[in-house]
Every structure is written in structure tokens, then in C-alpha cells.
């Protein structure tokens, strides 16, 4: 067994948090630049370059990307071969949460009873998921998400001979029910099969993937580029105020199912999609 | 590019037309989900409120904390929705503008018309940029909310779209996804 003491999963975390708030990932500014050149509508362009220049100003300044500095989603891929050592892994991921949102001014956003709503004032607890694999690493990723988008997001639970239109049609009714709130152009995952929760859980982790990354089954690729082209048809664009750039990527992770059934679960994230991740 | 400040006259505001572009500098204060809760209930006791809202403009923001040297952190809008329920008597107390993001109710579209008041989009996401447009912040209500907090900025060339002018003209009507 590989000791690994929590004392360093907390400051990967507290690391990665800063990391996420910070630096817009590579694969999301990417996707933003190449929409400037797509885009005919001049307002639409003049927002996407002023998605830019917040990403730069971000970086530089070490200021938050967005406000909404999200509750944070913490993926954690523990190899069965590593020994936690010093105390609680719990507690050592929510200390590394609070550490960066404390000394980065990241904002609490987290309440602590969803009916009475008094602010945690450190933005824990996190959101965790933990997958026991192969081996003797930890992997861990930080994907601190905004409300905005995350409240638009949904599942639906279809009958197993649902045709592809109409799993095409709740998605992009999903995009356009989200239409102005969800800071378009968006970023989709896509959680089908499994059961209600593993589709959710698909969802989240598919906005994980790389922008412009596509499922390894030839018939789930030709849904996500045919979704794609259909949302980005739609001309909600950047803020909902018209333009061809409506979405800038969309992912399906996918997983076996029951013979009667056929989850599909959307989660939505804004063009400020945020994660950060690191093996140790 | 239209240049206005805050305070808000109401020569100003009428002259505003949908779709401008416009640039706001002077004083703002923001309030989101819980400040509006507060003030609604307090409203519905029927005492006075801490706070004179008369002209205000109103920002549906949440800032981060500001760190060293800098008067604010990230500062960009959150969605203006959900502060629907809560908007007709808030522009009923004179609050002459908001500032958010997204669409609103028919609700609130009518009361803006009826009250002559305005309200403005900022564009979502981009906090960062927007904090370089405030010049001074501090809390001046309800400081145990943190975030939720109302704040008082004052503000120079804050860049904005008028969302619903005066005349009830919302940027939004014909957005064909939404009649669809």
C-alpha cells in the first residue's frame, strides 16, 4: 500500500480551487476564440471578446473569472492500493475548500440548510464523489460550478424505444428553456443510461471532458455534433441576445442500462465552465 | 456609446431607447436573493425601511470579497429573474433602474412601463472585467447576508445594454427561441 497523507489531498485541493477560479481552461478559451471568427453579429463578437479579455484580466489579476465562484465539486479517483493517512479525508478536502476561498477572495455561496439559507461563510461543504479504481494514485478534480447555469439543468427519464428525436428534442428544449439565465454560449454533458443518479452523475463528470472531445461510439458522436449544430441553430447566442455561437461544446458520457429504461440527464454550465484537476 | 449617471433623472431615462449601449458612472447598490427577501418582509410589516430606495439603481450582483488594493472583487450580474416576485414593489418604493441579466417577467415589463423606469443587462460572466469599473464599495445593509449583503458602489463607465426601456420595449420580445 501507498501512504498518502490528507494533509496533501487538502492542499491539492485549496491548490486546484484557486486554479479553477482563476485560469479559464485552455479547451473553453479555446472554443470562445474560434466562436469570435465564426461570428457574423457584431454585438455577439464584442461580448465574446470581452469573454476573452476577462479571462486575461482573471489570470493576471488573480481575480475570480465569475463572481458566482460556485459550490465546488470535488472528483476524487482513489487507486485501491493507497493508504489514507492522518485523519479524515472529509474533513481534509472541506479544510483545502475553505483555505482558498478564505485567503483567494473567492465568495461563499454555500448555505447550510436548504430551507433556512444561512451562509456557510466558507463556502463548505464541497460536493464529493469519490471512485475507487486500479492502482495506487489519487487523482482529484476541482469544478467549482455557478447556480446560473446549474439550475437550468435536467433529467428526463424516457421509455427504451425512445427515438433519438426525441431525446434530441428535451436537449435542445433544456437550451432554450435555459435561453437568457444560463450565460449562453453554454456547455452541455450529457448523462445517459444507468439509473437516475448515475445519468446525473454521467452529466457532471462529461463537463469535465475537453470542449471539442467526443464520445468513442461512432453513433453517440454523430448525436453530440448534430445537437451542437441544432443548438447553435436556435440564434439565442452569447447573453441570449442573438448570434450563431449558442453553445460551445457538448459531451455524452454514456453507460449501460435496464431493459426498461433509458435515463437522460442534461447539465448545463455557462461559458465560464471552471475545473481543475491533479494527480498525485 | 451613451454615457448616464446614477442617480437617474427622468429626462435621462426616457431618452433611453432597447438595445443602446450605454455607459454608467455614479452610485449603484446592489441586492440579490436574500437582500430582496429582507426588504419584501420588511415592506409587508409596513415599517421603515433601513434604506432610501427612492431613484436608486439597483445591481443583481453578489460580489467576491475584494482582495488587497482593490476596492471589490469579481462583480458581474446574476440572473434578474429571480428577483421578479420581489420587483413590482420594490419599483413601487422609486427605484428608478436595475441592472442583470436574462429575461423578465410580463410582470415586471409592465411595471417598468407604468413607473418609468429601465432596466439594464450586463454581460454575465465576465466579473473580472467589470470590477475594473468600480471605483469604491462598502456594505451598507444587512452585512451578516456576506455576499447577499447590500453594497454601495460607485462606479465609472460600467458597461450596459438597455434591456426594457421605459416605454415597456423589451430587447427580448422577439427572440424567436423563446416564441417558439
Known amino acids: ?280 | 456609446m451613451i454615457k448616464i449617471t446614477a442617480p437617474l433623472e427622468k429626462n435621462v431615462i426616457k431618452k433611453l431607447k432597447v438595445g443602446d449601449e450605454v455607459l454608467l458612472s455614479g452610485v449603484i447598490f446592489t441586492a440579490r436573493d436574500a437582500a430582496h427577501k429582507r426588504l419584501s418582509d420588511l415592506i409587508k410589516k409596513g415599517g421603515r425601511l433601513p434604506i432610501n430606495l427612492k431613484e436608486a439603481v439597483i445591481y443583481y450582483c453578489g460580489p467576491t470579497p475584494p482582495p488587497p488594493g482593490l476596492p471589490i472583487g469579481s462583480c458581474g450580474p446574476t440572473t434578474s429573474s429571480r428577483m421578479d416576485r420581489f420587483t413590482p414593489e420594490l419599483i413601487k418604493l422609486g427605484i428608478s433602474a436595475m441592472i442583470g441579466k436574462g429575461d423578465r417577467s410580463e410582470e415586471v415589463r409592465k411595471a417598468i412601463k407604468n413607473n418609468k423606469c429601465v432596466y439594464f443587462l450586463a454581460t454575465g460572466g465576465i466579473g473580472a472585467l467589470l470590477a475594473t469599473k468600480v471605483k469604491s464599495a462598502s456594505v451598507v445593509l444587512f452585512k451578516d447576508l456576506g455576499t447577499e449583503a447590500i453594497h454601495r458602489l460607485e462606479v465609472k463607465d460600467f458597461p450596459l445594454i438597455v434591456g426594457i426601456d421605459s416605454q415597456g420595449r423589451d430587447i427580448y420580445a422577439k427572440a424567436k427561441w423563446k416564441s417558439e
Open chain 1, 1 to 280: 500500500m501507498r501512504k498518502v497523507s490528507v494533509s496533501k489531498i487538502r492542499d491539492t485541493v485549496a491548490d486546484l480551487c484557486l486554479k479553477a477560479n482563476f485560469e479559464l481552461r485552455e479547451d473553453v478559451l479555446a472554443a470562445i476564440r474560434a466562436a469570435v471568427d465564426n461570428e457574423t453579429e457584431a454585438r455577439a463578437r464584442r461580448i465574446l471578446e470581452s469573454i476573452i479579455e476577462n479571462a486575461r484580466l482573471a489570470k493576471s489579476k488573480r481575480l475570480a473569472i465569475c463572481q458566482d465562484t460556485g459550490i465546488v465539486v470535488v472528483h476524487l479517483q482513489l487507486g485501491q492500493n493507497v493508504s489514507l493517512t492522518g485523519g479524515s479525508l472529509i474533513s481534509a478536502i472541506n479544510e483545502g475548500v475553505s483555505r482558498a476561498y478564505m485567503t483567494g477572495c473567492l465568495r461563499s455561496s454555500v448555505v447550510g440548510d436548504v430551507r433556512v439559507r444561512k451562509n456557510t461563510m466558507n463556502n463548505t461543504p464541497a460536493v464529493i464523489h469519490t471512485e475507487i479504481v486500479k492502482g495506487d494514485k489519487v487523482k482529484i478534480t476541482v469544478s467549482p460550478k455557478g447556480f446560473g447555469s446549474e439550475n437550468k439543468s435536467a433529467i428526463k427519464m424516457f421509455i427504451p424505444t425512445a427515438s433519438d428525436e426525441e431525446i434530441e428534442d428535451f436537449i435542445i428544449e433544456v437550451v432554450k428553456k435555459a435561453g437568457t439565465g444560463a450565460c449562453p454560449p453554454v456547455i452541455l454533458g450529457i448523462g445517459m443510461g444507468g439509473t437516475f443518479d448515475e445519468a446525473s452523475l454521467l452529466a457532471k463528470k462529461a463537463l469535465l471532458e475537453p470542449v471539442g472531445s467526443s464520445n468513442p461510439k461512432p453513433h453517440m458522436a454523430k448525436l453530440e455534433r448534430e445537437l451542437i449544430s441544432k443548438i447553435n441553430s436556435l440564434g439565442i447566442g452569447p447573453m441570449g441576445l442573438g448570434g450563431k455561437t449558442t453553445i460551445l461544446g457538448l459531451r455524452i458520457l454514456d453507460y449501460p442500462t435496464h431493459i426498461a429504461g433509458l435515463p437522460v440527464a442534461v447539465n448545463v454550465s455557462c461559458h465560464a465552465t471552471r475545473s481543475a484537476e491533479r494527480t498525485i
